[in-house]
């Protein structure tokens, strides 16, 4: 795919096709290379073989890999929703005491 780079000092054309067995020219075309996606891996542990190079088993590996995440429910979210939300029924009660107050004294 042909492409054109401009700038302020000029433009250069990235046009040049590259040939196996030949040296890179000076401004090649950009080129993407397809390949078929490897299914042997299950997509949650990515890079567990039988062995590593620690000699580390595969199980162990993937059971590091899946305690990565987070166990337990975020406790400082649920406290801060909990907390926008109580504040949000104190205001409530407030502006309704406000306005009765101002309806009654009329």
């Known amino acids: 795919m042909p492409v054109s780079q401009t ?15 030949k040296a890179e020219p000076d401004h090649p075309a950009p080129t993407i290379t397809l390949t078929a996606a490897d299914t042997a891996e299950d997509e949650h542990a990515h890079g567990a073989t039988e062995s590593t190079e620690s000699g580390e088993s595969a199980a162990t590996t993937a059971s590091t890999a899946s305690s990565t995440a987070p166990a337990d429910p975020d ?21 309704v005491a406000a306005s009765r107050r101002r309806g009654s004294t009329k």
């Open 75 to 95: 406790l400082v979210g649920r406290f801060l929703g909990l907390g926008g939300l109580l504040l949000g029924a104190v205001a409530l009660v407030v502006s």
């Open 7 to 21: 700038c302020e000092e000029g433009s250069t054309e990235w046009d040049q096709t590259t040939e196996a067995g």
